[in-house]
């Protein structure tokens, strides 16, 4: 019998929380906006484009920490405490990095690098795993909607921090920022919460369904002892490169591939945009088609596309890019459904913050591939060649990724 419909569901209204949870995700992306915080910080510090560069990058990778963080947390309190811890956190360092004197830049990777990298993703991996809790019956669509918003945030607060910039400085733009992600972190808070008890007790996947589950809720410790996660966590970390590796030299290409700037300027823009519509778009397909299946079309696509971009020329080339971003976007709005559907909801947020380290060690070492080959004869070349690989040998592990147990 088919109880998919029948839930009790303890007069939740779950959209309310789900929409209160992608409103206080915003505030775990606002780290996405150094591209247009970046050039104030080469001017205030007298820094070169790679120095400036580092807290970025250093966040990426201490994200994937902050995001354990807080799945450990999950486990000893309630989820909007949770929150709170990180989005203090999250605000605690936006507001230090406008405190940081001339002459002691260094302390912006410890301010934004690290300080918001820990809170941003104990916000991240909370808002996943309460959302699975609400919605078991649609884990994709609950996933990608809530990270479609953190694609969204640098992309919606960016001309709130240029405003800012231009008009005040550094100190004031990190100020009111991090004032603007307390409050709102602070209304996400009183709505996103652990369900009541008895919440969804009587659901079951729908017979007909092709998304595949475990019957069994396993512990960390479990986890790492499955071929599964290994599988997973390997082809995560393929699925960066794609995108990561071609990002930062589209728009130094575009002379070259016979678009203008005012052209590139404008597909970054949509990439953003589509970007986000991949993490909601492509899980939501996986709710029907199944995780697998949905993620070996995306390796197969971006495999297809990374292919094309070698030889792209005219608006064909920015076409290229843009569904390169949607389909990237599909891949991170995919994951948190898939370690779920293998590993259970009880820790879906520690366990998915242990799968998150093969992206994390990607969204690290791709930039670092980027600068050592810059300027290089074959620069352009290998990078490309390894995005594609990288694609191939991933859709080669999703395609020997068996049936949960």
């Known amino acids: ?35 247009v915080i970046q050039p104030y910080v080469m001017e205030h510090y007298a820094l070169d484009g790679s120095a400036a560069s580092v807290p970025f990058s250093i966040s990426l990778g201490v994200f994937v920490i902050g995001s354990i963080f807080g799945g450990k947390l999950q486990a000893r309190m309630p989820l909007n405490r949770v929150l709170l811890i990180g989005i203090v956190i999250n605000a605690t360092g936006m507001f230090l990095s406008g405190l940081v004197p001339v002459g002691m830049s260094w302390l912006l990777t410890v301010s934004f690098g690290i300080i918001m990298g820990i809170g941003g993703g104990a916000v991240y991996n909370t808002m996943v795993a309460a959302m699975q809790k609400y919605f078991p019956d649609k884990l994709g669509m609950a996933t990608g909607a809530i990270l479609s918003t953190i694609g969204l945030s640098g992309f919606v607060i960016s001309p709130l921090i240029s405003f800012l910039l231009k008009n005040y400085n550094l100190t004031i733009m990190f100020s009111a920022i991090a004032a603007i992600t307390l409050a709102i972190g602070l209304v996400s808070c009183m709505f996103v919460k652990n369900p009541p008890a008895g919440y969804m007790q009587n659901y079951k996947p729908a017979t007909t369904t092709r998304v595949q589950s475990t019957s069994k809720q396993y512990s960390p410790n479990e986890m790492l002892k499955t071929r599964h996660y290994y599988t997973i966590l390997i082809s995560f970390f393929l699925a960066v490169p794609g995108f990561m590796l071609i990002n930062p030299q589209f728009v130094v290409l575009s002379s070259e591939r016979l678009i203008t700037g005012a052209q590139a300027l404008t597909a970054v823009m949509l990439a ?45 080339y920015p076409a290229l890019f843009i569904a390169l971003a949607f389909l990237y976007g599909g891949f991170l709005g995919t994951y948190p459904a898939l370690s779920t559907d293998y590993f259970g909801t009880k820790n879906a947020g520690i366990n998915y913050a242990l799968v998150m380290v093969g992206f994390g060690l990607a969204s690290v070492l791709c930039p670092v591939l980027v600068r050592a080959v810059k300027g290089t004869e074959l620069g352009t070349a290998l990078s490309f060649a390894i995005a594609g690989g990288a694609s191939l040998v991933g859709l080669v592990l999703m395609l020997s990724l068996k049936k949960p147990k």
Do not use: C, E, H
């Open 1 to 35: 019998m088919d109880t998919s419909t029948s839930i009790d569901n303890k007069g939740v209204n779950r959209i309310l929380v789900l929409a209160m949870g992608m409103l206080g995700m915003m505030t775990s992306g606002i780290g996405y906006a150094w591209s």
């Open 272 to 316: 953003s945009v589509l970007q986000a519509a991949g993490r909601i778009v492509v899980p939501s397909i996986s709710d029907k088609i199944g995780r697998k299946i949905t993620l070996v079309t995306v390796f197969i696509l971006s495999a297809a596309t990374i292919s094309g971009l070698v030889v792209a020329k005219g608006l064909l």
